[in-house]
């Protein structure tokens, strides 16, 4: 396998690439603009000799545009869905300029229509030269390209599972070569080696070692911690840490200053701030009226009159459920089981006695929480956000894990990131609600309005096909 860095030079071939393209549609367009106003012949000197200057300054707005958006950034971890992301805020922010230049002229440089055009033409060739890069690096790494060295510095609980997690994703492109760990005598089979810092440091430049994962909260002592980021720093290599749980708040501070004195707070999460929280309230109230109009005015009725038919009243089932900042609230589903004083109290499991045949059909496509469009309307939930849990329920994992509150930081959806990962059904385990509570606080804390858009397509695609973890 042969040793490579990062492709360095796939920032400036991504950059060259979108110029040459700019370049190429911008007198496409202009051509057809000019054939619009009647003249037919009109040569490529002639163009560049009458709008070179617009042509300078939208490659100027495209460049630092990019560097805001981070468009020509590919990391290790990126997703596609980030890509996309960014490629559409390039273009947004950059159709703003071009509608902006075009006005200015004296002649517009392009018709309203014509821009239009030439920005979607212009985002669906980024799009995919990016794309194209993305898929290419992945396949690269998964075949021993493009590769990063790395050491692994003390255990935690976390570490064995990040290590096996790095093991099965070779499109990630590290490669594992060595643990060094406290009170264990070498094993050079296993790459696990006994910590002493001088024998590290030849390791290091033997080995050609980049990245440093140190794992906090260790069996090694504090100490090591300082020697560990001086060494990095003289070695110019990068050092990065393992909290010692997944709900670890060591990378949520911010530093402020009193004066002279540094102090640490917590960050605030995105829905913190006014324009999100507007933003995503004016989302809920236009897709819940769109939903109670045009779905649930024929479809309330043919469920309710089925519900009524097979099992009677009441057709609405209204259980006390946990929302926004702990307070209660009545959610409401369609009735899915047969009345029962446990209903408030035991969670459904796997052929639950209790869930009727038509509601197993309500519950697998997951009809049964249409009415909770109310909900959102009312306010006290949303379109996407943590799924709301019994009040006993509530009780009983807070007391259990480690950060599980943080989901009462934003509203409940009908939908969340933990449901569109597969994390719902029967929880049998600790470990199915410490999954699904791990997917709700990335979600508090990574919160866009991007990633809900993601959630419901992808919920969409499961309510049409069902989804087996459904109960």
């Not at 230049?101 to 055009?117: P, Q, R």
């Not at 002493?196 to 909260?217: C, G, T």
């Not at 990068?238 to 530093?255: A, G, K, Q, V, W």
Request: aromatic share 16%.
């Amino acid at each position: 396998m042969r040793y490579t860095r990062y492709l360095k030079n796939s920032y400036f071939l991504q950059l060259l690439f979108d110029i040459v393209f700019i370049i190429i549609l911008f007198f496409h367009f202009l051509k057809i603009q000019y054939y619009h106003l009647g003249i037919y012949v009109v040569s490529l000197r002639e163009l560049l000799d009458a709008h070179y200057k617009a042509l300078i300054l939208l490659l100027m707005s495209w460049y630092f545009i990019s560097l805001k958006t981070h468009l020509y950034e590919i990391k290790r971890n990126t997703g596609i869905g980030i890509i996309l992301k960014n490629n559409i805020f390039q273009i947004i922010l950059f159709g703003v300029i071009t509608f902006f230049v075009s006005g200015l002229k004296k002649d517009d440089l392009f018709s309203n229509k014509v821009t239009i055009y030439f920005l979607i033409s212009l985002f669906l060739i980024t799009f995919f030269i990016r794309a194209v890069l993305f898929l290419f690096l992945k396949i690269y790494r998964t075949l021993g390209g493009n590769y990063i060295r790395v050491i692994f510095i003390d255990e935690n609980n976390n570490t064995p599972s990040f290590i096996k997690f790095l093991s099965k994703r070779k499109d990630y492109g590290y490669v594992n070569c060595g643990s060094f760990l406290a009170n264990i005598e070498d094993d050079i089979e296993k790459n696990k080696y006994k910590f002493d810092l001088e024998k590290l440091k030849s390791f290091i430049l033997e080995e050609e070692i980049l990245i440093i994962f140190f794992s906090l909260n260790g069996k090694l002592s504090h100490s090591v911690h300082d020697q560990l980021v001086v060494l990095a720093q003289k070695l110019h290599i990068e050092i990065r840490f393992i909290p010692s749980t997944l709900y670890n708040s060591f990378y949520s501070l911010d530093l402020e200053y009193y004066d002279t004195y540094p102090i640490l707070l917590f960050k605030k999460f995105p829905l913190d701030d006014f324009w999100n929280q507007f933003i995503k309230r004016l989302f809920d109230i236009l897709f819940s009226l769109f939903v109670i109009i045009f779905i649930l005015s024929w479809l309330y009725p043919l469920i309710a009159i089925a519900i009524f038919l097979e099992s009677g009243k009441p057709v609405i089932y209204a259980q006390k459920r946990v929302g926004l900042g702990g307070n209660i609230f009545y959610c409401y589903k369609f009735r899915t089981m047969k009345n029962s004083k446990d209903n408030d109290i035991k969670a459904t499991v796997k052929d639950d006695s209790r869930v009727t045949q038509l509601g197993r059909i309500l519950r697998k496509s997951s009809l049964d929480e249409m009415p909770q469009f109310f909900n959102v309307l009312k306010g006290n939930m949303s379109v996407v956000g943590p799924r709301p849990h019994m009040v006993v329920q509530d009780n009983y994992y807070n007391d259990l894990l480690l950060r599980y509150s943080r989901r009462h930081h934003v509203k409940p959806g009908i939908t969340g990131l933990a449901q569109v990962k597969g994390f719902r059904g029967e929880i049998n385990s600790r470990e199915d609600m410490q999954k699904r509570i791990i997917a709700d606080i990335y979600y508090v804390r990574k919160w866009t309005f991007y990633l809900d858009m993601i959630i419901i397509l992808r919920t969409v695609f499961k309510t049409i096909g069902g989804d087996k973890k459904a109960i």
